[in-house]
């Protein structure tokens, strides 16, 4: 893209050369920092009676904050479109304030006084790797509101401010919406992986087969020669783990791998985050070891029905009380029983069958009574390997899909940093 024509060094490692005409100021010179201050415990609420209250752990996933805590009488206030800025890990998280919120430790409002608001709030959405970079703390990382208000950061003038501002928001607009139909492809992609599932475990491979009733109203008609079994007569156990004595203050850096309800997806086991117990606690938890070839089933909370199958290259592994081991019989295949329990037929089951008042949850009696229709063995294994091969290229497809959505993500914030410090000159066509 074009450059300014004439430039300067700032002396600002994060900043670098910027134009000739601009300024560089500390922050506390061009905005407002309201560091945030937490209330009495008792002022605050989830019955949404008062103000909505957040923290530095604010859930920042979404175009404004999510609030799930309320506040009668907060310390500190954000107005509306105020900046958001996450001051303790993670720090250099930033939103914007869509209605007033009370605002507590680990969060601070800037609210811009000499500068274009949009421009300013594009101008701390570049400041995370300089923010962390002079971050202080051993438990957690942190930065003060003296840290914040020192900070220097590039100043055009007010008029340039509102231009590369307008021009910001074209952009990642157009950005966002290609981010949006990614995302949306993905999720088709993802109901496509279900329907194949869908598809293979309740109808078969041959569309011409001879097909029954299965006696159940909401399974239907499936092939003739197929059975419909209970889970707990496909199973040789069905039974979940528990938390270790001395709970997390047991997990190692390495050992004997610990899987919890995070760790069980239905892509496969994600063990970024894993836990580790030792071969003594291992060994002390022996009903709730783990073998290749059992199927994992979250049983409580958010993640509840997702599933996986625990391969035979990972070794010793043991399970917490939110993750049931259904350790197939001879009568069943690892995967093909992994993928009833992961399609329509079996989700609809565990969603018919959660209790809890507080949180959602199932039961071993509940889940024993699982009606799933089985093939033989043998025809088993061919619709396995048809649903392997299916859904890896639909893997791929998603794979992809997201590497895309990476990469414009990384673009977007390439584009408001040049822009922002002056990299890019959005009026001249001459280089610097």
Known sequence: M??????????????????????FKRLKYLDRTIMGQSPESDDCNRDEAGVPFLQGNADFSSLNPIPNVWCKHPNKL?????????????????????????????????????????????RVLCLSDELNRISTGST?????????????????????????????DRKTIQIDDLIAKKERMIELLKEERIAIINQAVTKGLDPNVE???????????????????????????????VTPKGGASVYQFD?????????????GLRLDDVAYISQEVHDNMIGSKVFAGD??????????????????NLGEANVNQHVCIIRPNKFALTKYLTYCLSSELGQQQI????????????????LSTFVLPMPDYNEQKKITKFIDNKISLVAEQIKSEQKSIELLKEYRSALVSEVVTGKIDIRETVKC
């Open 78 to 122: 954000a107005e509306k479109n105020d900046i958001l800025l996450s001051v303790r890990a993670p720090v250099g998280a930033v939103n914007i304030a869509d209605q007033t919120y009370g605002i507590g430790r680990g969060l601070c409002a800037i609210r811009p006084k000499r500068s274009n608001k949009k421009y300013s709030y594009y």
């Open 140 to 168: 957690y990382s942190a930065v003060s509101v003296e840290q914040v208000n020192n900070v220097v950061v590039p100043d055009p003038a007010f008029e340039e401010q509102e231009a590369l501002s307008a021009f910001l």
């Open 351 to 366: 969603i018919n069958n959660q209790n809890g008042i507080s949180r959602e949850g199932l039961n071993f009696e509940e």
């Open 211 to 241: 097909m029954k009733e299965s006696g159940i109203e909401w399974l239907g008609r499936i092939p003739k020669h197929w059975d419909v079994k209970r889970l707990k007569y496909l199973s040789k156990k069905i039974g979940s783990g």
């Open 255 to 267: 050992g004997v791998l610990f899987l919890r309800s995070q760790n069980i997806h239905f892509d």
């Open 295 to 312: 199927v994992l089933l979250n049983i409580t909370g958010a993640s509840i029905g997702r599933c996986y199958y625990y391969p035979e």
């Open 2 to 23: 074009k450059q300014y024509s004439t430039c300067k060094n700032s002396g600002i490692e994060w900043i670098g050369r910027i134009p000739q005409s601009w300024n």
